[in-house]
């Protein structure tokens, strides 16, 4: 779903996204301090032998500015944080109750990551559940700070900072193990 759908879906649910203080203020401190401990854990990551590997193959077809700049926040994070955590989730919360409808919301975010994880090889069942409890973490973002701004910034640093370091790993030849820093 791109990021006029999502748009489109949002403002015509009438679902409210807490873009509005005072659920706006608390978004942003919430999405900041979890956003803040997401960056450090992802720049962190690159010391763990599979993670390097990992993001050393992957072959990015975007040139970085489109990839960071527009792809990243608008095609992703925008249009999936409106469609699961602005749409979804309290549609199912409605229907389902709060944890069920968290559930439901997480679910279909890992779901819906199938075909890119297909595309770049990755494992699929390990994706979904990756990506799932991700969701079920956006989810209680959203649902402790009333915004979707909370989840979508930590939503943006994750992709980010994961974005950054791939790009930093594919043009160097740094190795950050062990045995070299200490050569």
Request: net charge positive; hydrophobic share 50%.
């Amino acid at each position: 779903m791109g990021a006029g759908t999502s748009t489109a879906l949002a403002g015509a649910t009438g679902i409210p996204l807490g873009l509005r203080p005072p659920q706006l203020g608390a978004g942003l401190r919430l999405g900041g301090i979890v956003a803040s401990a997401v960056v450090a854990a992802v720049s962190a990551s690159p010391a763990l032998p599979p993670v390097r590997a990992s993001m050393r193959a992957r072959d990015i077809d975007l040139h970085p500015a489109v990839w960071l700049g527009l792809h990243i926040p608008v095609g992703t994070v925008w249009s999936e944080e409106l469609a699961f955590r602005g749409v979804l989730q309290p549609l199912a919360t409605e229907a389902f109750g709060r944890t069920a409808g968290r559930a439901v919301q997480a679910m279909a975010f890992g779901l819906a990551h199938i075909r890119p994880a297909r595309a770049a090889g990755d494992s699929i069942p390990g994706t979904v559940l990756v990506t799932g409890m991700f969701g079920w973490l956006l989810g209680w973002l959203r649902e402790r700070s009333g915004s979707v701004v909370a989840p979508m910034l930590a939503h943006l640093a994750l992709n980010e900072a994961g974005a950054v370091a791939t790009l930093y790993l594919g043009r160097s030849n740094v190795d950050l193990s062990r045995e070299s820093a200490s050569n």
